[in-house]
């Protein structure tokens, strides 16, 4: 779901954190609950895709801290993300799915919440305190809550700052001024641009079309754009692709080659020099190394159009097929609460921060440099696939990473983007 029709003052309202992408999920394990609802024993399988190493053990922490309180009880099961995104249509329609898993809000889960697939988790909204009306109105589809926001954060261009400051690179504000630092950037003999777009996480790329789109056409152009209301063909999506072909030759040559995890490891030992990414970047990075990465807003453009930032929500969601609701709503009522955002904050790398206000996040330069640019925005959109759907995603990604690889063939890959686009949107 997005954040349409809300400011980004009423988004924000209520929260004062921005939190860590916890797009998670897993694999249907043999402790699953059976179809048709009900109270079963056992544990509440709880699916996640966190596989680094600080990522997992955050959510580990989490799973032991409700098992302590006594009563329910619930269990982990993590798999990568991408095998989660897959497998989810899986999961949800299995006789023996699992009771939880953590992804985010979005079209995907109102999709899934209209074919009656999500538990409707209304009640365990009623008495949550703190929590901000855009959270719980993203959170809902058809007048029921299906879904348990509990984090949110933000994307940036993020690099290291001792070697910024060796490089004698700046922050750039403006477009003119990025380009620039690039240069001086590749005058080391260090690639500017890190990208990350390999056949795993191709999704990375988005990243790049989302900014430059809400730069230059702005958030709700953006979000009309990937809802079918306009064209990928359209001129102003080819000034997008004519604005990004200036940035082109500063972009690492392998970068569609590299997991983003395997571009993030050349950020940190230097041989790039950016990379655009959320701060999810933090949970592969090592503890030595976080208090030397920085990060900086996305380069104005254009000064007309209000400046927006993509903010995506992540939380939890369950399946109406459960045959443990009490327990399963017992467990996502517990994911509200500040003791259970604090346990998993204590052991994550720092980049997730709490929904709940009354959580303290990490307090980190980083992260409170980026709630102040959050607070600043003028919108807020949620990535490409969040505005979309996962089905619009490999749309993206097959136009994207075409276009990195060869520029020149720009109109026939927006036609073509077109094609496959409206085959999604009229299905």
């Known amino acids: 779901m997005t954040t349409t029709g809300f400011s980004r003052r009423s988004f924000l309202a209520g929260l004062g954190a921005v939190g860590a992408a916890t797009a998670l999920g897993g694999c249907v394990t043999s402790t699953g609950s059976g179809a048709g609802g009900g109270s079963a024993t056992g544990p509440v399988t709880v699916q996640s895709n966190l596989s680094a190493p600080s990522a997992k053990q955050a959510m580990q922490a989490l799973i032991d801290a409700f098992n302590a309180k006594g009563g329910s009880q619930a269990s982990l099961n993590t798999v990568a993300s991408e095998t989660f995104r897959t497998q989810l249509p899986s999961y949800l329609t299995s006789s023996t799915p699992p009771d939880v898993m953590t992804w985010y809000a979005g079209s995907v889960a109102r999709s899934y919440a209209d074919k009656g697939l999500l538990l409707d988790v209304s009640d365990v909204w009623n008495g949550v305190t703190g929590y901000s009306d855009?959270?719980?109105?993203?959170?809902?589809?058809?007048?029921?809550?299906?879904?348990?926001?509990?984090?949110?954060?933000?994307?940036?261009?993020?690099?290291?700052?001792?070697?910024?400051?060796?490089?004698?690179?700046?922050?750039?504000?403006?477009?003119?001024?990025?380009?620039?630092?690039?240069?001086?950037?590749?005058?080391?003999?260090?690639?500017?641009?890190?990208?990350?777009?390999?056949?795993?996480?191709?999704?990375?790329?988005?990243?790049?079309?989302d900014y430059l789109n809400i730069r230059i056409n702005g958030a709700n152009y953006h979000r009309e754009l990937l809802a079918g209301k306009h064209s990928f063909a359209d001129p102003q999506v080819h000034k997008v692709f004519d604005q990004w072909?200036?940035?082109?030759?500063?972009?690492?040559?392998?970068?569609?080659?590299?997991?983003?995890?395997?571009?993030?490891?050349?950020?940190?030992?230097?041989?790039?020099?950016?990379?655009?990414?959320?701060?999810?970047?933090?949970?592969?990075?090592?503890?030595?190394?976080?208090?030397?990465?920085?990060?900086?807003?996305?380069?104005?453009?254009?000064?007309?159009?209000?400046?927006?930032?993509?903010?995506?929500?992540?939380?939890?969601?369950?399946?109406?097929?459960?045959?443990?609701?009490?327990?399963?709503?017992?467990?996502?009522?517990?994911?509200?609460?500040?003791?259970?955002?604090?346990?998993?904050?204590?052991?994550?790398?720092?980049?997730?921060?709490?929904?709940?206000?009354?959580?303290?996040?990490?307090?980190?330069?980083?992260?409170?440099?980026?709630?102040?640019?959050?607070?600043?925005?003028?919108?807020?959109?949620?990535?490409?696939?969040?505005?979309?759907?996962?089905?619009?995603?490999?749309?993206?990604?097959?136009?994207?990473?075409?276009?990195?690889?060869?520029?020149?063939?720009v109109d026939s890959i927006l036609t073509e983007w077109q094609t496959n686009a409206k085959k999604i949107w009229t299905a």
């Open 134 to 209: 855009a959270l719980k109105q993203i959170s809902t589809d058809n007048g029921k809550q299906i879904f348990v926001p509990t984090s949110y954060y933000f994307w940036g261009l993020f690099y290291r700052k001792s070697n910024f400051a060796k490089w004698g690179v700046s922050e750039p504000t403006t477009w003119a001024e990025f380009l620039q630092a690039c240069e001086t950037i590749k005058g080391k003999g260090v690639t500017p641009i890190g990208l990350g777009a390999d056949n795993s996480t191709p999704w990375v790329a988005s990243g790049w079309f």
């Open 245 to 409: 072909k200036t940035a082109l030759p500063y972009f690492d040559p392998k970068g569609t080659a590299l997991s983003f995890q395997d571009a993030t490891t050349n950020l940190l030992q230097g041989r790039t020099g950016m990379m655009l990414i959320g701060t999810f970047l933090l949970d592969t990075t090592p503890k030595e190394d976080v208090d030397d990465i920085g990060f900086f807003r996305f380069p104005v453009i254009d000064p007309s159009v209000p400046l927006a930032e993509e903010a995506p929500t992540d939380g939890f969601f369950a399946s109406s097929r459960t045959k443990r609701t009490a327990q399963t709503k017992e467990f996502l009522k517990y994911l509200t609460t500040v003791e259970a955002q604090e346990a998993y904050l204590k052991s994550s790398s720092g980049s997730s921060l709490p929904a709940n206000p009354a959580a303290k996040d990490a307090g980190t330069a980083l992260i409170t440099k980026g709630k102040q640019m959050l607070n600043k925005a003028a919108d807020l959109t949620q990535f490409f696939n969040r505005d979309s759907s996962d089905a619009l995603q490999p749309t993206a990604d097959t136009a994207l990473i075409k276009f990195i690889q060869h520029p020149e063939q």
